[in-house]
């Protein structure tokens, strides 16, 4: 799911920092997170002391700086702990990256809820690390009215229930709980578009002309991080291509996620596909994903890593910015904003600028946004979640934080994400996200198929190749290796019923014989 990556890291660990610091004697003062309980006061001598890394509403920060500190999510706990005397909520910050997560998670030192996007959990299932949440989800909430959603199920409270059912991992368990959306959109100065007589673009061909435009009349005309282009930008391009022919390739249906991962290919059949030859020097579609990537760059910006977007969007001096719905915190409530602004999704690649193309309509990448997992933590007490006291005050916090006035009042604190919870209503300025999120979800997430080093190396060589660091066949070379090592390292580590995708990938012969641009042998 999608994260604001390009936050300097140093910026976050100081925030982590801050959140480990005791909080004033002053309680009308909101520091970053809330701290550990005052040694010797009552809330410290409570025999369940919860920690939990919330993400964009850790109370205390300022989301894109504006508007004030967050109490949002404190005020809630502090409801929590009123109904609950034996426990106390203490909120941390966490820095936003994976090396951390598994090194906290291995450790045994995580804290007992934390944020993180399910697709990094899914690669960790089997160490353990997480709980299973199925069999609270299936049970009423405690806190739901009778007649009210969550009375027969806790599933029920939640609003967007094809993306949230979707989150299941591969191994058909639920280990999150998806607590708002997000989606990405290209952001536009209306003023500039209107002097130049532009307008959202209806296809891809349009999209690249508009560009031209800019570009000629002195604007930068695209605005984006090489993070976000090396995740969404692949994944959008790459559905384009594969689509057309996902019928004859997608070899695992799980009747649990087909609502919303319709056709989604998982990592075992995208290790199972590249040993056919797909994603390689000899499949057609994949040097096609990269000619398009690398044709549109010119139209971005010079520097892609540490320019501040955001300030060259709003000084007018870039025309778009490719971003997603936690930009408009900063849009919508910052008065010193000097033009009018609206938002479109990418438009399709038609045909006639590539063969592979059906024209159809992009899909979407984000959908979930706040994710939050139970880890191990919160059973340290008898280590077995099944007699822990402890999880099970875990598990009531996360479903008090979906009753819908406590949702109203932590979600819409911040005007950056759509609520999750059924009789929560977001903020106007997002509703064209709302509309977005009705689409269809995307073929893959590459950037969470497989490990870290694959990630660092797809990012490094993806950015090289764009500044043109490296030509196309060297690159393309290098992509392949970096999948060759992927692949194996995956199916060594983990168990992949090879047989069952072998029955499925024979019983999909007849449709893949007519389709053409398949890899040789592929048919």
């Not at 309509?361 to 402890?390: H, L, W």
Request: proline share 7%; charged share 25%.
């Amino acid at each position: 799911m999608l994260k604001a990556r390009h936050i300097p890291l140093a910026i976050i660990l100081a925030a982590g920092a801050w959140a480990l610091w005791p909080p004033s004697d002053d309680e009308a003062t909101v520091r970053l997170g809330s701290g550990p309980a005052k040694a010797g006061s009552e809330k410290a001598r409570r025999p369940y002391q919860l920690r939990m890394a919330p993400g964009l509403y850790l109370p205390g920060t300022m989301p894109q700086n504006v508007g004030k500190p967050l109490r949002g999510l404190l005020e809630v706990a502090e409801k929590f702990e009123e109904l609950y005397g034996d426990t106390h909520i203490e909120f941390v910050g966490s820095p936003g990256v994976r090396e951390w997560l598994v090194t906290q998670l291995a450790a045994g030192t995580a804290p007992d809820i934390l944020n993180v996007n399910v697709e990094n959990v899914w690669q960790d299932v089997q160490k353990g690390w997480y709980v299973p949440l199925d069999e609270y989800l299936d049970r009423p909430s405690p806190f739901a009215r009778p007649g009210e959603p969550g009375s027969k199920q806790w599933w029920d409270v939640f609003k967007y229930q094809a993306i949230t059912r979707g989150k299941a991992a591969p191994d058909g368990k639920m280990y999150c709980i998806s607590y708002d959306m997000v989606e990405t959109g290209i952001f536009y100065n209306k003023d500039v578009f209107d002097r130049l007589g532009l307008r959202p673009p209806e296809d891809w061909a349009e999209f690249l002309q508009g560009q031209a435009r800019l570009r000629e009349a002195g604007y930068i005309p695209l605005l984006v991080y090489v993070q976000n282009a090396t995740d969404w930008g692949v994944d959008l391009v790459f559905d384009q291509l594969y689509y057309p022919i996902l019928p004859g390739i997608d070899l695992r249906k799980d009747p649990a996620r087909e609502d919303y991962l319709a056709g989604y290919l998982d990592w075992d059949e995208i290790c199972y596909l590249y040993r056919k030859g797909f994603f390689t020097r000899q499949d057609p579609r994949w040097r096609e994903l990269w000619r398009i990537l690398k044709d549109w760059r010119r139209y971005w910006g010079r520097d892609l890593s540490t320019a501040d977007m955001m300030r060259l969007f709003v000084t007018q001096k870039g025309a778009m910015y490719w971003s997603a719905s936690w930009s408009v915190q900063k849009l919508a409530r910052d008065p010193d904003i000097p033009f009018r602004w609206g938002i479109f999704y990418l438009p399709p690649i038609p045909p006639s600028v590539s063969r592979y193309s059906g024209g159809h309509e992009m899909c979407v990448i984000g959908g979930a946004a706040v994710q939050y997992v139970v880890t191990n933590s919160a059973f340290k007490d008898t280590g077995d979640p099944a007699t822990s006291e402890r999880l099970k005050r875990a598990i009531a916090f996360l479903q008090f934080l979906t009753v819908p006035e406590n949702a109203d009042r932590i979600t819409n604190e911040v005007l950056s994400m759509l609520p999750n919870v059924r009789g929560v209503q977001p903020h106007p300025e997002l509703k064209p996200f709302d509309e977005f999120l009705k689409r269809r979800y995307t073929t893959t997430k590459w950037w969470f198929t497989f490990d870290l080093q694959f990630d660092e190396v797809f990012l490094r060589m993806f950015d090289l190749y764009l500044n043109d660091g490296i030509a196309d066949e060297p690159y393309l070379e290098w992509t392949e290796k970096n999948l060759d090592f992927a692949v194996e390292t995956t199916l060594r580590r983990k168990k992949v019923d090879l047989e069952a995708l072998d029955r499925a990938w024979r019983d999909l012969a007849p449709l893949r014989a007519g389709m053409e641009g398949l890899p040789d042998g592929a048919k």
